[in-house]
């Protein structure tokens, strides 16, 4: 067990201790000079400046990975949640070991697109698909659809949302003006690419009246429909408002399904809801943390990529408007390959899975909060599926919650910031070990005096 130190000792002892575990970590971040890492936080203060550096990865197993420093930890950054059934398991090995022996070409198209298309639309009852590279280029991909198909160009998302690194979604809304206008979140996004975007609160009624007001300008609504930022959210009635409102206006209804995708529910949270979207983005779980992203939908927008169903036929209608779409390696085999084994576990392994997975998320999650009410410490974690993170999106950004990631990983665990996901590869043992090292690490917190108070 971690020593503890009180009051003013606690900070640079466990730094020191930190920094001599992680020493080859380190020495990797300082020596990858090069290396432009996005890893490396650059606004964090100087609190924890000495200990901002990731840690590197040498191997990787199960619901464990093994730093270069050898140090073992038990993993619930999980590939940021791509990794629903562990790190490397074995039918996703195999399944790429033998498209190995196969090749890898791109340019002819995958024997293994149509197959791979037909079991995301079957697992969510979406009509067609389009595969990206990445949820970024799924993002844009969408967007684009929307707007060809409806003639217009504005769109509209959510305060707390997170759509990729796509210059049109990194906005917020403009605080110099009382209207949901958008600004540039981010130097370098010039204000005309986030100019003429909707940015409103989620889940308030008045972001319903704002988009009824500009429905006839509205190409899509982008909707991240459980917020990674903001888990305890969950307005459904919101939702369904929102297709009501979005069908009767011909707009787009977009669900960003990167992270519900697979993991709430089979069907991800279209399913869970029963609120169906007219495009939706999926990755991450889609192909076992390898680079693979989707858009599925409608047909009056996914026809808009190819002109729909023609049969090659000279009596063939001319396929209609079309916008452009292109993705090199979104179709590479490997990913593919990898893509038919998940989903082809997912459908073995029935809706069950994410259920049981839902149900001991929940139950961690209601532990932590009773040791953080014994403890009289005012924060909350919340869980939506599997998925679990602080409550409150300010939260995550107090020292005591950051200083969490690093006590935490001090004891064999590793979360993204304070966030976590659970996969079929985490025993019960597990759990019970991680809970017993969230509730000391908080433990050592309040003896130093670093917890919040109301």
Not at 221 to 236: A, F
Not at 310 to 328: G, R, V, Y
Not at 353 to 361: G, K, M, P
Not at 433 to 452: E, H, I
Request: glycine share 8%.
């Amino acid at each position: 067990m971690p020593a503890r130190a009180d009051g003013s000792d606690f900070l640079p002892q466990f730094i020191s201790r930190y920094r001599a575990r992680t020493r080859a970590s380190r020495s990797f971040a300082i020596s990858s000079e090069p290396l432009a890492d996005p890893l490396k936080p650059v606004t964090l203060d100087h609190t924890l400046k000495a200990i901002s550096y990731p840690l590197f990865a040498a191997r990787c197993s199960g619901s464990r990975f093994h730093d270069v420093d050898s140090n073992e930890y038990v993993d619930f950054c999980m590939s940021f949640g791509s990794a629903l059934f562990g790190h490397a398991p074995s039918f996703l090995q195999r399944a790429i070991r033998e498209q190995t022996g196969r090749g890898f070409t791109v340019g002819p198209q995958s024997e293994l697109a149509g197959e791979v298309a037909e079991l995301i639309a079957g697992m969510t009852g979406i009509e067609r698909v389009a595969f990206t590279c990445s949820g970024t280029e799924a993002v844009m991909l969408a967007i684009r659809l929307a707007r060809t198909v409806t003639f217009r160009e504005r769109i509209a998302f959510f305060s707390g949302s997170y759509h990729g690194q796509y210059d049109a979604t990194l906005a917020v809304p403009d605080a110099a003006h009382a209207t949901p206008e958008a600004a540039p979140m981010a130097p370098g996004i010039p204000l005309r690419l986030v100019e003429g975007a909707l940015v409103l609160p989620y889940g308030a009624d008045e972001s319903l009246d704002v988009i009824r007001q500009h429905r006839h300008e509205l190409a899509a609504v982008l909707v991240e429909p459980l917020q990674s930022r903001q888990p305890g959210l969950c307005p459904q009635p919101f939702l369904r408002e929102l297709r009501k409102l979005t069908a009767d206006a011909d707009i787009a209804l977009i669900f960003d399904e990167m992270i519900t995708g697979f993991r709430l529910a089979p069907g991800g949270a279209q399913a869970s809801f029963g609120i169906p979207a007219d495009l939706a983005i999926y990755g991450k779980v889609l192909s076992g943390g390898l680079p693979l992203a989707a858009v599925a939908g409608r047909t009056l927008y996914m026809n808009a990529i190819d002109g729909g169903g023609w049969k090659f036929a000279e009596s063939d209608a001319i396929p209609q408007l079309c916008t452009f779409s292109m993705s090199s390696f979104a179709r590479n085999p490997l990913v593919l390959a990898a893509a038919r084994a998940v989903l082809l576990q997912l459908r073995r392994r029935g809706p069950r899975l994410q259920s049981d997975l839902n149900r001991r998320t929940s139950t961690l999650t209601a532990r932590i909060n009773s040791c953080l009410d014994e403890e009289g410490i005012p924060l909350r974690w919340a869980s939506f599926g599997s998925f679990f993170a602080p409550a409150r999106p300010d939260d995550s950004s107090t020292l005591a919650v950051r200083l969490l990631h690093y006590l935490l990983a001090e004891r064999g665990f590793f979360l993204w910031g304070a966030s976590g996901f659970l996969s079929a590869a985490h025993s019960g043992a597990e759990l019970d070990n991680f809970y017993s090292a969230f509730r000391d690490s908080f433990q050592c917190l309040k003896q130093a005096g670093m917890t919040p108070t109301d």
